[in-house]
């Protein structure tokens, strides 16, 4: 074997670098995305605080990782396990940046951003119908999604955004109701709006609710969800 064959079977540092480091896709509560270069050893942890330190985030205690495990159910990432015992596909690095714990009072959250991260929850939780509420608070709650984010009401934008975006699934139902709503919060800055949504939605019966699916000890089929009220059980019947 020549000298120029036995390189190719041997790794330069620069390889052995490249070979270690896990390409991850963050995918945020606003839709952007950002990739992470971290090395395989790192704890999940460090993986974490680059992505808290990537959006400023102080208050990082309400928030986790969430990514598709190998057997095809979606985990939480583990803080104090390294990176590569946790991720066996590298074909698909992408992890979900959510709130995995919700404050029973959110005037507990002392920072803007994170207030407008849990905004941005309770928008993505409505969207896809899993904060379920009568018609009143759900077009209460889009009227202050309106608020922070076009402004003050102005009946020709309000009625042209909405049929752009689509805040909650019956949305054309309520869409007087939305703008009368939007009307009473002239001169709400987009934090108070926030402030306001999360008033509202923490009084919801299913606020902070994230249903998993387990098993019983009779091999039923239950949604379990930890929230600030401890372990609750669902048939799961519930969520159908």
Not at 13 to 18: C, G, L
Not at 44 to 55: E, R, T, Y
Not at 174 to 199: C, M, N, T, V, Y
């Amino acid at each position: 074997m020549s000298v120029s064959d036995r390189r190719k079977h041997f790794k330069t540092p620069e390889n052995t670098r490249k070979d270690s480091l896990f390409s991850l896709r963050v995918i945020f509560l606003d839709d952007s995305e950002h990739v992470f270069q971290m090395e395989q050893r790192v704890l999940g942890k460090d993986f974490f605080n680059s992505v808290c330190g990537h959006l400023k985030l102080v208050e990082k205690e309400y928030f986790g990782l969430e990514f598709r495990h190998h057997c095809g159910s979606y985990v939480w990432l583990e803080l104090l396990k390294p990176l590569a015992k946790q991720i066996k596909r590298r074909n698909d690095l992408t992890f979900r940046f959510i709130v995995k714990f919700f404050p029973p009072d959110p005037g507990e959250l002392q920072r803007e951003v994170t207030r407008y991260l849990f905004a941005l929850q309770i928008k993505q939780d409505l969207s896809i119908g899993s904060l379920t509420c009568n018609d009143n608070s759900a077009a209460l709650l889009v009227s202050y999604l309106l608020q922070a984010e076009i402004g003050d009401f102005i009946e020709e934008l309000d009625k042209q955004h909405l049929e752009n975006k689509r805040y909650i699934p019956n949305q054309d139902v309520l869409h007087k109701k939305i703008l009368r709503f939007h009307k009473r919060h002239r001169g709400q800055s987009p934090a108070e709006a926030d402030h306001q949504l999360l008033e509202v939605s923490r009084k919801l019966d299913m606020y902070g609710i994230r249903p998993h699916a387990a098993t019983d000890g009779e091999n039923m089929r239950i949604n379990l969800a930890v929230t600030h009220c401890g372990v609750l059980v669902f048939q799961v019947r519930t969520f159908c």
